[in-house]
């Protein structure tokens, strides 16, 4: 069951990778590479590491996608 | 022809990225001592029972000063960091440190005013604030009990500030945020230079700790993920306010 749950992330997570790279919208792929961060912090819970999961989720989903909508919207102004 | 090379690279790069998923997805369903998804084996199977050897619970289990590093803190990870790598965080720090220069350097110091926000979330500030600053400090408090630690606090810190930028609200001056950063700087290095003083090698431990699994035990690693957490958090907040330069008080009606 923990492996089939873990699967269908990864598959999720492939195909949120495989569209930041796709698509012509920039915060569209910022908003999808965030929700890469998400998944990969979950599978690091799957893999009893919840010190990485931490970081990766506040980091890796929260200040990086923070910090390139704020210089998004900087550069389109 | 540049089309089809293109084309012949995105296969290749498919090809590749199946090639990785088929080797990640052996590793996680091989029975062997290593990354385990299923996760059958009890903890007593593997390596890192050498190092999860500690009971919490138990009131004997006293640490005792001169043995191993990783005795001190219940949390592993966080014995592992603060005990043999403090050095790795402590630089990751003057990195962040030097990148917020960039920062200042690089964008224009053009006066912006913070944006208006809707007035949902600017009355509701306060309390998001007040819940996200527990989750942080709660995060470096307790980083040698449980999973955490000062590194992603002082980002949990930090995003309590970029709600309040986003809200529109200024709740910390720049000024502030820069002598905090400061102090905490300064006091992680002069701990360091004290344990080299007193016990020989820099960042070293050398306050004795408690019982395993107390508030006050692994000696100086609270204290440090204390600095590291208010250093970090000072330095995030900088960029968000960076990017808000001159950011006066902002009357909402």
Known sequence: MMILLASILAVIMVAAAIWVLITPNILNAIIVFAVVSLVASVLFIFMHAPDVAITEASIGAGITSALFILAYKRISE | ?253
């Open chain 2, 1 to 253: 022809m540049k089309k089809d090379k293109t084309i012949l690279m995105n296969i290749l790069a498919i090809a590749f990225l199946a090639l990785l998923a088929y080797f990640i997805y052996t590793v996680t369903i091989s029975n062997d001592i290593g990354i385990n998804l299923m996760d059958d084996n009890v903890v007593a199977d593997r390596v890192a029972d050498r190092y999860l050897n500690k009971n919490v619970l138990d009131e004997n289990s006293i640490y005792e000063w001169g043995g191993k590093a990783e005795d001190s803190a219940a949390n592993i990870v966080t014995a592992v960091l603060a005990d043999y790598r403090l050095f790795d965080t402590a630089l990751e720090v003057i990195v962040l440190f030097v990148t917020v220069m960039g920062f200042g350097l690089v964008l224009p110091d053009e006066k912006r005013k913070i944006k208006e926000s809707t007035q949902l979330l600017y009355n509701w500030l306060p309390i998001l604030m007040t819940f996200m600053l527990l989750v942080g400090g709660y995060m470096f408090i307790n980083g040698h009990l449980s999973p955490g630690g000062g590194f992603p606090a002082g980002a949990i810190i930090s995003t309590a500030i970029l709600v309040g930028v986003l809200a529109g609200r200024q709740t910390v001056s720049s000024h502030t945020l820069k002598v905090i950063e400061a102090v905490a700087g300064i006091s992680i290095f002069s701990l360091a230079t004290m344990g080299f003083i007193l016990k020989g090698s820099f960042f070293v431990n050398f306050l004795e700790g408690g019982n395993i699994g107390d508030m006050f035990s692994a000696g100086l690693i609270p204290i440090f993920y204390t600095l590291i957490a208010f250093k970090v958090s000072a330095e995030l907040s900088g960029v968000y306010l960076e990017f808000y330069k001159g950011g006066e008080e902002h009357d909402h009606a």
